[in-house]
T-cell receptor, first 116, second 113 residues
Framework: GAGVSQSPRYKVAKRGQDVALRCDPI?????LFWYQQALGQGPEFLTY????????KSGLPSDRFFAERPEGSVSTLKIQRTQQEDSAVYLC??????????????FGDGTRLSIL | SQQGEEDPQALSIQEGENATMNCSYK?????LQWYRQNSGRGLVHLIL?????REKHSGRLRVTLDTSKKSSSLLITASRAADTASYFC?????????????FGGGTRVLVKP
């Protein structure tokens, strides 16, 4: 079946512009995660949704970052007034259900964001 | 911030040799997972080991976990050129919301044919 799909794959924006990154999780997956991966580093947690509820946004770097999942499926990560330090790969992952210990996360190929 | 360190940061081996990489972490965990990432792609889950397990095998992969030392190792036996990738350990911490993962910095593995 289809995996996690992210769009666009690449996004170039000028400093100060707003951007929106989309994630289509695997159908039926309850949990959805956003991670930020800087060049040469491991992914870092940004935020977590259980269905449409955003249960953890502790990793969002600033109030310029906003995420939503209004119908419990597709999610959008929005970054306002982008800055050069926002340049990174943004990864989305989903998993079937929360609360169980041994389930892997399924990752999309990410959106590579470059801020000029 | 990252959960811990991975060692080595980079590894270059010949096809057929074994590759070993280590991971340390800081908090109590439910489980520890290893992921592979090919250049420009997302992460692919390889293997999960629970906190009450000490060793696990999957094909050419062997994972160990020492919770007293808060460390894990991943061994890839009889490596192939297709194993060239970055490998990340990730921990699912106790009380973490929704099983969110905390990743190490990764080990970049190059397998030369």
């Amino acid at each position: 079946g289809a995996g996690v799909s992210q769009s666009p794959r690449y996004k170039v924006a000028k400093r100060g512009q707003d951007v929106a990154l989309r994630c289509d999780p695997i159908s039926g997956h309850v949990s959805l995660f956003w991670y930020q991966q800087a060049l040469g580093q491991g992914p870092e947690f940004l935020t977590y949704f259980q269905n449409e509820a955003q249960l953890d946004k502790s990793g969002l770097p600033s109030d310029r970052f906003f995420a939503e999942r209004p119908e419990g499926s597709v999610s959008t990560l929005k970054i306002q007034r982008t800055q050069q330090e926002d340049s990174a790969v943004y990864l989305c992952a989903s998993s079937p259900r929360p609360g169980t210990d041994d389930q892997p996360q399924h990752f999309g190929d990410g959106t590579r964001l470059s801020i000029l | 911030s990252q959960q811990g360190e991975e060692d080595p940061q980079a590894l270059s081996i010949q096809e057929g040799e074994n590759a070993t990489m280590n991971c340390s972490y800081k908090t109590s965990i439910n489980n520890l997972q290893w992921y592979r990432q090919n250049s420009g792609r997302g992460l692919v889950h390889l293997i999960l080991i629970r906190s009450n397990e000490r060793e696990k095998h999957s094909g050419r992969l062997r994972v160990t976990l020492d919770t007293s030392k808060k460390s894990s190792s991943l061994l890839i036996t009889a490596s192939r050129a297709a194993d060239t990738a970055s490998y990340f350990c990730a921990t699912d911490a106790i009380k973490a919301a929704g099983n969110k993962l905390t990743f190490g910095g990764g080990t970049r593995v190059l397998v030369k044919p």
